[in-house]
């Protein structure tokens, strides 16, 4: 089956489209990369969006608007990535939405929305949709994150040296081989806070770590922020911009310092509470995607934490890092319609694995393959 996975994360920059052709052969998943476009969204939708996240308030005619905008804006990057990754031979589309709430309280996730309406991407491409993955988790007394890590279980099995999978996305998750899952805290979430702050909106993030390196970690603000309750919690947990914005930042008292001093303090918080947590599970092995990556200050200041421990890119191990959730979501759809569940309850803490998501027909209609016997125990990316 040929699948186009959807995936705007955290840090709400663009539309990443993967596509994928998924096979099950045996107990085994077969993923063949098919590649990826990544369509940014448009600087009044980005604007608006961000002037909705938490801990803004907004009416529901401005949730409305956004929900068909960027409903609007993935079903655009559906539509390019059929074009010119599937030759228009794309089969299902899996979208994960744009995540503007996690409610989460006392460790425990009570609801979670996803905006970015799948009958946009229906209606555009013509394929069947599954969207709103992470409900049903919670609804079955889960975390609803980190989703991908029944994907990182299959992809990382038997393979030596414990290794972990590592998002770092606006915020950081981690999938041990046990199963263990839960976000560490903020990957670029406060780093894109605080450049947005200091630049007066001019920047949108810290490109490749360059105000960070011209500054030095203030080990005041260091210690305040690192006394965030949310870290001692016990996984399976998980968190979001609802906690880490820039009011959290001006709280802790960022205006004290420049903005190269800031940027290295926050680059040293993300790798601290990214390598404490690699200790925690006592990995031997990161495989690392996501845009945080691409920050070489942050990855130098996270191997620098790991003394001993391989940090690798999923690149390496044929899942390009920015594309890696994409594809992982891509592979949740494809479940889906065989009727497979998409999680695994010791990474979200649900009562029971589930089939994840709502789906939207197509323009022929609701034709979906027959449902598989068992799931599958690995997964393969065929290179």
């Keep these: 089956m040929r699948v186009i996975g959807l995936m705007s994360g955290t840090s709400y920059d663009a539309v990443d489209a993967a596509a994928a052709d998924l096979r099950l ?23 608006a969006l961000a002037a909705a996240l938490p801990p803004s308030a907004v009416p529901l005619a401005e949730v ?11 079903a655009a ?53 599954v969207s709103d993955f992470r409900a049903r ?19 990382l099995r038997g393979r030596p040296g414990r290794p972990v999978a590592l998002n770092i996305g606006g915020i950081a998750n981690l999938t041990a081989p046990d199963g263990t899952a839960f976000d560490t805290g903020p990957g670029c979430a406060l780093l894109d806070a605080a450049a947005r702050h200091f630049s007066g909106g001019r920047l949108a993030c810290d490109t490749d770590g360059a105000l960070a390196a011209r500054g030095r970690p203030d080990g005041a603000l260091l210690d305040r922020l690192l006394a965030e309750p949310y870290y001692a919690l016990e996984p399976p947990k998980t968190t979001g ?24 303090t926050l680059t040293w918080l993300t790798a601290r509470t990214v390598a404490d ?4 599970v006592g990995a031997g092995e990161v495989v690392a995607s996501g845009g945080g990556t691409r920050n070489p200050v942050l990855m130098s200041a996270l191997r620098d934490g790991l003394p001993g421990v391989a ?17 992982a979501f891509a592979v949740l759809g494809f479940l889906t319609a065989h009727g497979l569940p998409g999680t695994d309850p010791r990474s979200t803490g649900a009562r029971h694995p589930s089939v994840l998501g709502s789906v939207t027909p197509g323009r022929g209609g609701l034709r979906l393959p027959p449902a598989a016997g068992r799931g599958p125990v690995r997964l393969v990316v065929a290179r």
């Design 25 to 47: 052969d045996g107990d085994t998943l077969v993923l063949e990369p098919l590649g990826m476009v990544s369509t940014p969204y448009g600087g009044g939708l980005r604007a």
């Design 241 to 264: 911009k609802e906690l880490f914005h820039a009011g959290y930042l001006r709280a802790a008292g960022v205006d004290a310092l420049a903005a190269e001093d800031a940027l290295a």
């Design 64 to 74: 409305c608007r956004l929900d068909t905008r960027i409903g609007q804006a993935f």
């Design 311 to 327: 940090v690798r890119g999923s690149d390496e191990l044929g899942l390009p890092a920015p594309a890696k959730e994409a594809y």
């Design 137 to 155: 988790d919670v609804a079955a007394g889960g975390q609803g994150a980190p989703l991908v890590s029944l994907v990182d279980l299959l992809w």
């Design 77 to 129: 990057a559906a539509v390019r990535a059929d074009r010119e990754l599937c030759a228009g031979r794309g089969e299902l589309v899996a979208s994960h939405g744009q995540t503007v709430h996690h409610w989460a309280d006392a460790g425990r996730v009570h609801g979670t929305l996803q905006l970015g309406q799948p009958a946009w991407i229906a209606e555009a491409t013509g394929l069947p949709v």
């Design 277 to 280: 947590a690699v200790r925690r």
